[in-house]
């Protein structure tokens, strides 16, 4: 079995030797990942949708417990808020960075990124404490079990993007803007950007609406 070439292809056709053909391109289309990852966030849309649902129905069962009015501080989720917002136009400055090819650029912004979002996970730390202390932990009624499950899982998955993008740092450090990395920031970036929707969702549906009387 010999390596084809066109000399080869010549000399073939007059002794008649049998050919063998190998493919030298790449099965694998480019675009098959961010397929992939975004049937990725098609199945996390449906786990906050259900989330999202079961706090629609559990969150005025309050049993004779705080209500959302008593218990939620704006000014402190507004403040969460702006973090994570923010944090999602240092990332956009980082792809920014990434089409001009700069990797100092890039790794600045990720990292300002990641900065923000854990700030974002502070002051949730901080309101789930403040909120136990108070004795309004998840067993407390049905509707902090609702809360805590919605507003929790979006912790989580802010927590496994920064853990994420602190991967990604170390990937860019030792290889640079290859095509492997590029790909794993689209990736990144739209998982980062998702969060942020979702957290419009939970800031209104949740919070804003939950201090109404």
Request: charged share 10%; net charge negative.
């Amino acid at each position: 079995m010999s390596e084809i070439t066109h000399d080869t292809l010549a000399g073939s056709a007059e002794d008649g030797q049998r050919l063998q053909f190998h493919e030298t391109t790449e099965h694998h289309p480019e675009t098959g990942t961010l397929l992939g990852f975004w049937i990725y966030l098609m199945s996390d849309c449906l786990i906050f949708a259900s989330l999202f649902a079961t706090y629609g129905v559990l969150g005025r069962a309050y049993a004779h417990g705080p209500t959302g009015q008593e218990l939620f501080d704006l000014p402190l989720v507004a403040m969460n808020t702006t973090l994570l917002l923010l944090s999602s136009i240092t990332y956009g400055f980082a792809m920014l960075r990434m089409q001009m090819g700069k990797l100092g650029g890039v790794m600045v912004w990720l990292a300002i990124t990641g900065l923000l979002g854990a700030g974002f996970l502070g002051l949730e730390l901080y309101e789930f404490h403040h909120l136990i202390t108070e004795d309004a932990g998840p067993g407390r009624s049905a509707f902090l079990s609702s809360f805590f499950a919605l507003v929790g899982t979006h912790g989580l998955h802010v927590l496994f993007g920064i853990v994420w993008l602190v991967t990604l740092l170390f990937q860019l450090k030792k290889h640079g803007l290859i095509a492997e990395n590029r790909r794993r920031l689209f990736c990144l970036s739209m998982f980062w950007h998702f969060l942020d929707v979702v957290w419009i969702g939970v800031f209104t549906f949740v919070y804003l609406m939950g201090v109404l009387p």
